[in-house]
């Protein structure tokens, strides 16, 4: 019996879906407008695909989401929860509130319970002071009934997460299952303020998670689809429901990925750029060993400065809907802003009155869309004007990328990518493979699972080999709890950083670990 994949990715401007067979071979692939709700544009898009593939249902065993749900969320301020944020760092840490350089429109939401108790660890693992159990129970008992997931940070959790396992102790027995806890020390890396504030986001989208991983689920029963889902991470693997319902800021920034990922399978190479042409923007990542390069730098979100990782995209105002304006004096320029899913109402070939960058590649011949005889008034030197700048800004952000002067391969994918020629300053080749249109979706069905995890080890403990080993079977515990097959685990990522300034012969090990989906 042939077992079939749903992929679906959800961008500013279009959603796409894809179905493939056992042998990742492409079934069916549509793109549909996304909407203002995301939701609909998603049922729209299986309904689609699921007619357009003609399987029998039953056969169609897994389902892959890559949503903006969660980012939407934080960037709009809506559908939040209702959060109690908890610093296990008194008296070391009172110079420095939680919250602080977060915008006020978000603090007057997430920052109504906020509480620091005493405890923490110092650098190298030592108790800063005992931590204050009675204060946790007092909290504990004052929250019931007023929020709906907690945040919970202590000073150097990565290096012992003793304060914080506890304190989630204390919350579980007052407040049941219900409430959702997130612990730093299992989203960020050691900077406290940055580490504290990916997990108070990461707690405030639980609940839009929850839904939308509901959500996703009932759209594909309505059609009958009886499949096990799972979430695109921004490392470009997956994972499962319950895993992303935990921590849904991993699903922060995935799109993006899906198309490395996507890019990579579909011209089969593991070492290139990868310029993915939206409808608004333009994202370009790097593909190491097959996977996204990860960002080294504080990450901001909505305007909050956190430390969790991400992969290291740069983006650029330019996509298939973007606005083409000419000056008084014939000069053009571009955008930023876009016409976005607007693009078949309000684009000169579709008949409309704004003239943007899909006009210009129709009436220079490169792309066949909509009606060209519209463009026939177009002057010529705008149409190469606007070209011109379309290449030079996307050559630009392919050199801030590149970490040698060496031309590497370049991977076109996305509906946009149309605007793009066959040759670039900077790339050696410029591929641009069959589905490029919805190497996303693709990205997302094909993906594998992982787990990572990132530490600080006292290596005088076990010693160096032995510290690796334990690492490495975290690593592969937590694909494996994402939902990766056990038998068929392996180390994909592995960095080893001494810590001079710590004692102990310290060391920040991090490590991940990738397989396929368990049956």
Same mark, same amino acid.
């Given at each position: 019996?042939?077992?079939? %994949?749903?992929?679906?990715?959800?961008?500013?401007?279009?959603?796409?879906?894809?179905?493939?067979?056992?042998?990742?071979?492409? =079934?069916?692939?549509?793109?549909?407008?996304?909407?203002?709700? =995301?939701?609909?544009?998603?049922? !729209?898009?299986?309904?689609?695909?699921?007619?357009?593939?003609?399987?029998?249902?039953?056969?169609?065993?897994?389902?892959?989401?890559?949503?903006?749900?969660?980012?939407?969320?934080?960037?709009?301020?809506?559908?939040?929860?209702?959060?109690?944020?908890?610093?296990?760092?008194?008296?070391?840490?009172?110079?420095?509130?939680?919250?602080?350089?977060?915008?006020?429109? *978000?603090?007057?939401?997430?920052?109504?319970?906020?509480?620091?108790?005493?405890?923490?660890?110092?650098?190298?693992? %030592?108790?800063?002071?005992?931590?204050?159990?009675?204060?946790?129970?007092?909290?504990?008992?004052?929250?019931?009934?007023?929020?709906?997931?907690?945040?919970?940070?202590?000073?150097?959790?990565? =290096?012992?997460?003793?304060?914080?396992?506890?304190?989630?102790?204390?919350?579980?027995?007052?407040?049941?299952?219900?409430?959702?806890?997130?612990?730093?020390?299992?989203?960020?890396?050691?900077?406290?303020?940055? %580490?504290?504030?990916?997990?108070?986001?990461?707690?405030?989208?639980?609940?839009?998670?929850?839904?939308?991983?509901?959500? /996703?689920?009932?759209?594909?029963?309505?059609?009958?689809?009886?499949?096990?889902? /799972?979430?695109?991470? +921004?490392?470009?693997?997956?994972?499962?429901?319950?895993?992303?319902?935990?921590?849904?800021?991993?699903?922060?920034?995935?799109?993006?990925? !899906?198309?490395?990922?996507?890019?990579?399978?579909?011209? +089969?190479?593991?070492?290139?750029?990868?310029?993915?042409?939206?409808?608004?923007?333009?994202?370009?990542?790097?593909?190491?060993?097959?996977?996204?390069?990860?960002?080294?730098?504080a990450v901001d979100i909505g305007g909050?400065?956190?430390? /969790?990782?991400?992969?290291?995209?740069?983006?650029?105002?330019?996509?298939?809907?973007?606005?083409?304006?000419?000056?008084?004096?014939?000069?053009?320029?571009?955008?930023?802003?876009?016409?976005?899913?607007?693009?078949?109402?309000?684009?000169?070939? /579709?008949?409309?009155?704004?003239?943007?960058?899909?006009?210009?590649?129709?009436?220079?011949?490169?792309?066949?869309?909509?009606?060209?005889?519209?463009?026939?008034?177009?002057?010529?030197?705008?149409?190469?004007?606007?070209?011109?700048?379309?290449?030079?800004?996307?050559?630009?952000?392919?050199?801030?990328?590149?970490?040698?002067?060496d031309p590497i391969p370049v991977i076109?994918?996305?509906?946009?990518?149309? *605007?793009?020629?066959?040759?670039?300053?900077?790339?050696?080749?410029?591929?641009?493979? !069959?589905?490029?249109?919805?190497?996303?979706?693709?990205?997302?069905?094909?993906?594998?699972?992982?787990?990572?995890?990132? %530490?600080?080890?006292a290596l005088d403990e076990l010693g160096?080999?032995?510290?690796?080993?334990?690492?490495?079977?975290?690593?592969?515990?937590?694909?494996?709890?994402?939902?990766?097959?056990?038998?068929?685990?392996?180390?994909?990522?592995?960095?080893?950083?001494? *810590?001079?300034?710590?004692?102990?012969?310290?060391?920040?090990?991090?490590?991940?670990?990738?397989?396929?989906?368990?049956?």
């Amino acid at each position: 019996m042939v077992n079939y %994949r749903i992929g679906i990715d959800v961008g500013g401007t279009h959603t796409d879906a894809v179905i493939l067979d056992e042998r990742y071979q492409v =079934v069916s692939e549509t793109k549909e407008p996304t909407t203002e709700d =995301v939701s609909t544009g998603i049922y !729209n898009a299986i309904k689609k695909i699921i007619a357009m593939a003609n399987v029998p249902k039953e056969q169609i065993k897994y389902a892959m989401l890559g949503t903006t749900h969660c980012t939407n969320a934080i960037v709009e301020r809506k559908r939040l929860n209702k959060v109690a944020v908890i610093r296990i760092g008194a008296p070391a840490t009172l110079g420095i509130k939680p919250l602080v350089g977060v915008p006020e429109d *978000l603090r007057a939401i997430l920052g109504k319970y906020v509480y620091i108790v005493r405890g923490g660890n110092e650098y190298d693992g %030592r108790e800063i002071t005992e931590l204050d159990r009675g204060h946790l129970l007092e909290i504990a008992n004052e929250l019931k009934g007023n929020v709906d997931s907690i945040a919970i940070t202590s000073v150097f959790s990565p =290096v012992s997460t003793d304060h914080e396992h506890e304190a989630q102790q204390i919350f579980r027995e007052v407040l049941g299952d219900e409430v959702a806890i997130s612990l730093s020390s299992e989203i960020g890396n050691v900077g406290l303020l940055e %580490r504290e504030n990916a997990t108070i986001l990461n707690a405030a989208v639980v609940n839009v998670a929850r839904s939308t991983a509901n959500g /996703f689920v009932n759209a594909l029963k309505e059609e009958g689809v009886h499949a096990k889902v /799972f979430f695109g991470q +921004n490392d470009g693997t997956l994972m499962s429901v319950e895993y992303t319902v935990k921590y849904p800021i991993l699903t922060i920034a995935c799109g993006p990925t !899906n198309s490395i990922r996507g890019a990579s399978y579909l011209t +089969n190479q593991s070492e290139a750029l990868v310029i993915d042409v939206g409808g608004t923007t333009t994202d370009i990542g790097v593909l190491v060993n097959s996977f996204p390069r990860q960002s080294s730098l504080a990450v901001d979100i909505g305007g909050v400065r956190t430390n /969790f990782r991400m992969p290291d995209i740069t983006s650029v105002g330019i996509g298939g809907g973007t606005i083409v304006r000419v000056q008084e004096d014939g000069n053009v320029s571009l955008g930023p802003d876009s016409v976005g899913y607007r693009l078949q109402q309000e684009a000169y070939v /579709f008949g409309g009155d704004t003239l943007t960058t899909t006009d210009i590649v129709v009436a220079k011949g490169m792309a066949d869309i909509g009606d060209s005889s519209k463009l026939k008034d177009l002057d010529e030197n705008i149409i190469e004007k606007a070209f011109n700048q379309i290449v030079e800004k996307v050559e630009e952000a392919i050199d801030r990328m590149k970490t040698s002067a060496d031309p590497i391969p370049v991977i076109l994918v996305g509906g946009g990518s149309v *605007l793009l020629p066959e040759q670039l300053k900077g790339a050696s080749t410029v591929h641009r493979p !069959n589905h490029y249109g919805v190497a996303n979706a693709i990205g997302s069905a094909i993906s594998q699972v992982s787990g990572q995890i990132e %530490r600080v080890f006292a290596l005088d403990e076990l010693g160096r080999e032995q510290t690796l080993e334990l690492a490495k079977n975290l690593a592969i515990k937590e694909a494996v709890s994402a939902g990766a097959d056990s038998n068929d685990v392996e180390i994909v990522d592995l960095e080893d950083v001494p *810590l001079a300034y710590l004692p102990g012969n310290a060391t920040r090990i991090r490590v991940k670990a990738a397989g396929v989906l368990a049956e």
